[in-house]
């Protein structure tokens, strides 16, 4: 079974500057989706960024973007510019890309990171 | 505009009772899960359906159920045996067989047992 690893329960960011999340994931399978996923003090869960595992460029959204380490299954993500809005809970998330039977669809999610940002 | 309604957003449980906790979408999805999140505990999956009629167990089913009569409709109980229900309860949404897409996520339910 695949696991997620989010190092940081909690960390903190001076607004307008860079912050790094960290994560790293477990797995056998060598093609796979991983995404981090906001969720702000609403706990409405938003899809901040994805990344495919069989493509070597990292992802970017604005703002936001990965440095996807393959060999070292490490997928972090970098906030530039940080604002107040982007306060919340951040989780890294793991999904299968192969359709290998039950459970192949589901998202396996670390415990999260509580991101502060302080003005 | 398409998405996920939870309903309701606060309920509340005395020790014993059932309660069933409603997840409809408008998306046109297959697939669709519950989770459970507890502080530092990230969200664990309770129960999936990939189509009407079908579900699986996830990593932490004992104490609810499920159901699937329509591809819109996904409501979770939670039963008597449950023995710590209260928590923050999360239904998504997915195309079947598109992996890259991710979830849509409703805006939960808080369940509290009084």
């Known amino acids: 079974a695949q696991t997620v690893t989010q190092s940081q329960p909690e960390m903190s960011v001076q607004e307008a500057e860079t912050v790094t999340l960290s994560c790293t994931y477990d797995?056998?399978?060598?093609?796979?989706?991983l995404f981090w996923y906001k969720q702000p003090p609403s706990r409405q869960m938003i899809l901040v960024i994805r990344q495919e595992a069989y493509k070597q460029q990292n992802a970017t959204e604005n703002r936001f973007s990965v440095n996807f380490q393959k060999a070292a299954k490490s997928f972090s993500l970098k906030i530039s510019d940080s604002q107040l809005g982007d306060a919340a809970m951040y989780f890294c998330?793991?999904?299968?890309?192969?359709?290998?039977?039950?459970?192949?669809?589901?998202?396996?999610f670390g415990k999260g990171t509580k991101l502060s940002v302080i003005p | 505009d398409g998405g996920i309604t939870q309903s309701p957003k606060y309920l509340f449980r005395k020790e014993g009772q059932n309660v069933t906790l409603s997840c409809e979408q408008n998306l046109n999805h297959d697939a669709m899960y519950w989770y459970r999140q507890d502080p530092g505990q990230g969200l664990r999956l309770i129960y999936y359906?990939?189509?009407?009629?079908?579900?699986q167990k996830g990593d932490i089913a004992e104490g609810y159920s499920v159901s699937r009569e329509k591809k819109e409709s996904f409501p979770l109980t939670v039963t008597s045996a449950q023995k710590n229900p209260t928590a923050f309860y999360l239904c998504?949404?997915?195309?079947?067989?598109?992996?890259?897409?991710?979830?849509?996520f409703g805006s939960g339910t808080r369940l509290t047992v009084v």
């Open positions: 998330a793991y999904r299968s890309a192969g359709d290998s039977g039950a459970g192949s669809y589901q998202l396996t």
């Open positions: 359906s990939q189509i009407v009629n079908d579900f």
């Open positions: 797995t056998s399978e060598s093609d796979y989706y």
């Open positions: 998504a949404s997915s195309i079947r067989g598109n992996h890259n897409y991710g979830y849509t």
